[in-house]
Nanobody, 116 residues
Framework: QVQLVESGGGLVQTGGSLNLSCAAS????????MGWYRQAPGKQRDFVAR???????GYVDSVKGRFTISRDNAKNTVYLQMNSLKPEDTAVYYC??????????WGQGTQVTVSS
């Protein structure tokens, strides 16, 4: 069954904005950390941002000040607001959820393309 459903990717020009969302199904309980990773063509999947159940956030240096991660615990949903997008932000973005401290779930990925 589908566990994580992502949406919000697309094509945007340099300097534009996108807002990604990822909804976890009700079957995933006791969610701890929620986050986002990205994978550019020919590269490994890299960490982008995370948010703890208490709201503490962390970002990779390259997106600090431009991306904001948030979550709605009532909806089991995590968001990634991406502003001032650059061509180097082009990648497939994956949602990541950790449940009960040991179970790791991944979304199917959503393509973000930033044109120069």
């Amino acid at each position: 069954q589908v566990q994580l459903v992502e949406s919000g990717g697309g094509l945007v020009q340099t300097g534009g904005s996108l807002n990604l969302s990822c909804a976890a199904s009700a079957s995933i309980s006791s969610i701890n950390t929620m986050g986002w990773y990205r994978q550019a063509p020919g590269k490994q999947r890299d960490f982008v941002a995370r948010i703890s159940s208490g709201g503490q956030t962390g970002y990779v240096d390259s997106v600090k000040g431009r991306f904001t991660i948030s979550r709605d615990n009532a909806k089991n949903t995590v968001y990634l607001q991406m502003n001032s997008l650059k061509p180097e932000d082009t990648a497939v973005y994956y949602c990541n959820v950790i449940s009960r401290g040991i179970y790791v779930y991944w979304g199917q990925g959503t393509q973000v393309t930033v044109s120069s």
